[in-house]
């Protein structure tokens, strides 16, 4: 069974830090893009950033110089290191993994979700 667990959420100051971790199961046969996407309340899900099988990334201008998404191949997992968090990056956190089957088809994947909540 495909799963993307997630962790690392929670509740943290204005300025402060928190590290989202996504770990793909082993089921998932070729993994060509990972990333995170937020939704805050009433809003659209929005790309945050999202990171290549070569480690090419891109982020959204809003979280650019703040966060770092890196990823370990061989766990097959992506994290997100969020520093100088702000009230406005108050959201659900979503992994997402891009990937191919065997077949050659694309296959896209996403986790639960975890809640950050920038607060003071």
């Known amino acids: 069974q495909v799963q993307l667990v997630e962790s690392g959420g929670g509740l943290v100051q204005p300025g402060g830090s928190l590290r989202l971790s996504c770990a793909a199961s082993a089921s998932i046969f070729s993994i060509n893009v990972m990333g995170w996407y937020r939704q805050a309340p009433g809003k659209e899900r929005e790309l945050v950033g999202r990171i290549t099988s070569l480690g090419s990334t891109n982020y959204a201008d809003s979280v650019k110089g703040r966060f770092t998404i890196s990823r370990d191949n061989a766990k097959k997992t992506v994290y997100l290191q969020m520093n100088s968090l702000k009230p406005e990056d108050t959201a659900v956190y979503y992994c997402?993994?891009?990937?191919?089957?065997?077949?050659?088809?694309?296959?896209?994947?996403w986790g639960q979700g975890t809640q950050v909540t920038v607060s003071s």
């Open positions: 997402y993994v891009h990937s191919t089957l065997r077949d050659g088809n694309p296959a896209d994947y």
